[in-house]
């Protein structure tokens, strides 16, 4: 889905910045491989360590921290495909005691194995929709 929709967007486009406050497609493509990299780690604690706390991570600061935009877009959609297989497959056959566990968010509070995949479900999709009002801004301002 995510592969789908970044080949809609014109490549010349992924480093504008509508505001300075918002994110660039880059900058998001980066981004949804950090989340997913977090959540590979809060999915093995819920399945391995219930009740165990888990953090939170200011995504703004590892932006700007990390310096996504000299990051690889590519290597983090082929990091996100690697870690999002491996929790599938981990998932896909747990026992359905599992699904009782929960962990503790330091931001979220309680998190069960269902917000945690109600978490992952949504989060691409959300973007894709962010990154498409991104194209829209820009292509509005180059016509």
């Given amino acids: 889905m995510l592969v789908e929709a970044l ?23 980066v981004h949804i491989a950090d989340s ?4 590979y780690v809060r999915c093995r604690r819920l ?3 219930p009740g165990s706390p888990v953090l939170g991570y200011d995504e703004m600061r590892w932006a ?8 690889s877009p590519e290597e983090a959609l082929e990091l996100f495909r690697w870690l999002r297989r491996k929790s599938y497959t981990l998932i896909r056959d747990l026992p359905e005691s599992v699904w009782a566990h929960t962990v503790l968010h330091s931001e979220n509070g309680v998190m069960s194995m269902d917000d945690w995949l109600d978490t992952c479900t949504r989060h691409v999709p959300e973007h894709i929709q962010q990154m498409r ?3 829209a801004r820009w292509q509005s301002q180059n016509l």
Avoid: F, K
């Fill in 7 to 29: 080949a809609q967007l014109p490549r010349a486009m992924w480093q504008y910045r509508s505001e300075p406050s918002s994110w660039t497609v880059h900058e998001i493509v």
């Fill in 64 to 71: 700007a921290e990390l310096d996504y935009h000299r990051q």
């Fill in 36 to 39: 997913e990299a977090n959540s």
């Fill in 47 to 49: 399945v391995a360590e």
């Fill in 133 to 135: 009002a991104i194209s």
